[in-house]
């Protein structure tokens, strides 16, 4: 038996275990046989779960994680001498080790800058006309990521305008959603108006990070954009045989909103962290706490301390910036108990 010493952290919402109703749903489709591939019952029911939520009849294909999820997504969205549009601190930027690159054989990403981890459209129209000419990889795709990677969450009319930018431009709209359920609690909008009502060819949706073991869905709205998904999928080894295992965890978090309710309670307790920091001297709260993390800028001496007591957390936002970041199993206890500790460290690093 492994001892689980990691403690209490606030490091990702991908520290978390499984959620009982993924794990339900898991267990129950443990059952006996069923046919491969995706070509079982659990596969479809998880599907037509999703058409559901969306409203509409979209594409869905489950595949093993984010990465996979936006890379293959926006690789069937271009050519390899197009270009993706992109903010600089959004994943597929940052964090995916060029796998958008890789699966487009070669698509270029250009970076716009916009305040608060939204892509400022002013950029992205002044990258797209930059050049018209040949020697120029010719932009193709806007991709944003929602809620962003800095805890902001966009509006509804930022969304349309960022469709309607796209659509002006030529360019296809891609959505990385790792934390889409997160945006969707957080704007009480109903999941259709923030996609394909805006203008949203394909959806990246996060389940990991909302409770599932694995498995994410990448929802295409254009269906033609979904034309030979599933060999893209497979030649990346994205195609699980045992697909069943990937699917069914939905059916447990789109049953009775599972999903919902998991996202809410993240978000409400970055919403409590964040209200009782921010009565903190010393330390100082660096974006809207829109989702389920809170951006906290300290004296480095200070942090190091926290991480001395066993707190765990990210500080990739540069030099004295701290994410924390709650989950759908976050509990109260360790919020009080990491307020404290920032409290008592204040009083001797700040
Ligand atoms: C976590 C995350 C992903 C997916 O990451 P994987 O580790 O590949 O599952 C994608 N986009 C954003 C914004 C994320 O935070």
């Not at 054989?105 to 992205?124: P, Q, R, S, Y």
């Not at 989950?327 to 001797?348: F, K, M, N, P, Y």
Request: one cysteine or more; charged letters at 20%.
């Amino acid at each position: 038996m492994i001892e689980n010493t990691l403690g209490h952290q606030f490091a990702s919402d991908n520290y978390s275990g499984i959620c009982p109703e993924a794990w339900e749903a898991m267990c129950a489709a443990n059952c006996g046989h069923a046919l491969p591939y995706g070509d079982d019952e659990y596969t479809e029911k998880a599907c037509n779960m999703l058409r559901d939520v969306f409203e509409t009849d979209c594409e869905v294909f489950f595949v093993f994680n984010g990465t996979a999820a936006n890379s293959l997504a926006l690789a069937s969205l271009c050519q390899s001498y197009h270009s993706i549009i992109g903010h600089t601190s959004a994943h597929v930027e940052t964090d995916e080790c060029g796998a958008p690159e890789f699966f487009s054989n070669g698509t270029k990403i250009l970076l716009a800058g916009g305040g608060h981890g939204k892509i400022d459209l002013g950029d992205v129209d002044q990258i797209a006309n930059r050049r018209s000419d040949i020697h120029y990889p010719k932009p193709k795709v806007l991709t944003i990521t929602q809620a962003t990677e800095l805890g902001t969450v966009y509006s509804l009319d930022e969304i349309h305008a960022a469709g309607e930018t796209a659509k002006r431009l030529g360019l296809k709209f891609h959505m990385d959603g790792a934390r889409f359920a997160n945006a969707v609690v957080s704007l009480g909008a109903s999941p259709k108006d923030m996609t394909w009502k805006a203008g949203v060819d394909v959806l990246c949706f996060g389940g990991v990070k909302n409770g599932l073991a694995v498995g994410e869905a990448v929802v295409f709205f254009s269906k033609e954009l979904a034309f030979e998904f599933d060999y893209r999928c497979k030649q990346s080894g994205q195609l699980s045989s045992k697909m069943r295992f990937l699917s069914a965890p939905w059916i447990g978090m789109l049953e009775g909103d599972a999903w919902l309710r998991h996202a809410a309670h993240a978000n409400r307790c970055a919403q409590l962290l964040e209200e009782r920091l921010r009565d903190i001297e010393g330390v100082r709260i660096m974006f809207p706490c829109q989702a389920n993390s809170v951006f906290v800028e300290m004296p480095v001496k200070l942090g190091d301390a926290l991480r001395e007591r066993g707190w765990h957390f990210y500080t990739f936002i540069g030099t004295g910036g701290v994410r924390l970041m709650c989950s759908w199993d976050t509990a109260r206890e360790d919020i009080d108990a990491l307020v404290q500790d920032i409290q008592e460290l204040c009083g001797e690093y700040v």
